[in-house]
């Protein structure tokens, strides 16, 4: 089974184990292993769309889907409250936030591209997280 790449705190919890040396920093400092910029710059790397892009009212495809994109990894691997998310692209309302996380899940299940795009995303974070621990 191959292992994903997971919060320090959850690793141990699972796994009652010593922390992975990549981590302890990370921990010690207690900065968390993603940032709000990683996702951003890997949300627009993929899909073309800028934070300005998500926080307008427009519902054109992409804008929708980059949005999706961004509201699942700030609250799933960043731990955003979903009030928070939403201030964060435009005012949304909290129940906006469930849907788009919802969205994202169902779009993963359903449409190959988009679960490309998404393990793109996550792929871009994740490298990007290694890289400045």
């Not at 921990?27 to 710059?41: A, D, G, H, R, S």
């Not at 073309?48 to 999706?68: C, D, P, T």
């Not at 949304?92 to 998404?118: A, G, P």
Request: aromatic fraction near 10%; charged fraction near 25%.
């Amino acid at each position: 089974m191959q292992e994903e790449l997971i919060s320090p705190y959850v690793y141990v919890g699972i796994r009652g184990a010593d922390i992975p040396v990549k981590f302890r920093n990370s921990i010690q400092n207690k900065k968390p292993l993603y940032t709000q910029q990683m996702v951003l710059e890997a949300v627009e790397e993929i899909m073309g769309i800028s934070l300005e892009e998500m926080q307008s009212k427009y519902r054109f495809k992409q804008i929708v889907q980059a949005r999706n994109m961004y509201c699942y990894y700030m609250y799933k691997h960043l731990g955003w409250t979903l009030v928070h998310i939403g201030k964060s692209i435009g005012g949304r309302d909290h129940t906006t936030i469930i849907h788009n996380i919802k969205v994202h899940d169902d779009m993963c299940y359903s449409d190959l591209e988009f679960e490309k795009k998404s393990l793109a995303i996550k792929n871009i974070i994740e490298w990007k997280m290694l890289n400045t621990i």
